[in-house]
C-alpha cells in the first residue's frame, strides 16, 4: 500500500501565499519524478510544476515565478510555495509520484486525493 496524501489547501485572498504538502506513505523504496497538478471546474488537468529526484523543475507559464516547487527526500514528502496567488489559481491540487516499491519491482505512478485552493475575496 502506497498513499500520497496533500494538505495545505483552503481559501486566501488574491495576492495571498499557501503551501502546499504531499507526504507518500507505506512501502516505498524510491520516489522519482512528482508533480503537482491542478484541476479547476469544467477545464482539463493540468500539470502546474514538476521536479525530479535530483531536484530540476519545471513550470507551467501561468505560475513561473509566483510559485515554487521542492522535495525532502529523506521524508519522502513534496512541496509547493504558492506566492501572488491569482483567482484563476483556483483548482484543486493533485500530488502525483513515480514510486518504486521494492528491489524487484517496477515503478508506476501515484495520486493523491487532492487539496482545494480557493482564492477569492
Known amino acids: 500500500q502506497v498513499q500520497l496524501v496533500e494538505s495545505g489547501g483552503g481559501l486566501v485572498q488574491p495576492g495571498g501565499s499557501l503551501r502546499l504538502s504531499c507526504a507518500a506513505s507505506g512501502s516505498i523504496f524510491s520516489i522519482y519524478g512528482m508533480g503537482w497538478y491542478r484541476q479547476a471546474p469544467g477545464k482539463q488537468r493540468e500539470l502546474v510544476a514538476a521536479?525530479?529526484?535530483?531536484?530540476?523543475?519545471n513550470y507551467a507559464d501561468s505560475v513561473k515565478g509566483r510559485f515554487t516547487i521542492s522535495r525532502d527526500n529523506a521524508k519522502n514528502t513534496m512541496y509547493l510555495q504558492m506566492n501572488s496567488l491569482k483567482p484563476e489559481d483556483t483548482a484543486v491540487y493533485y500530488c502525483?509520484?513515480?514510486?518504486?516499491?521494492?528491489?524487484?519491482?517496477?515503478?508506476?505512478?501515484?495520486w493523491g486525493q487532492g487539496t482545494q485552493v480557493t482564492v477569492s475575496s
Open positions: 521536479i525530479t529526484s535530483g531536484g530540476s523543475t
Open positions: 502525483n509520484a513515480d514510486i518504486r516499491r521494492g528491489v524487484v519491482a517496477g515503478t508506476r505512478d501515484y
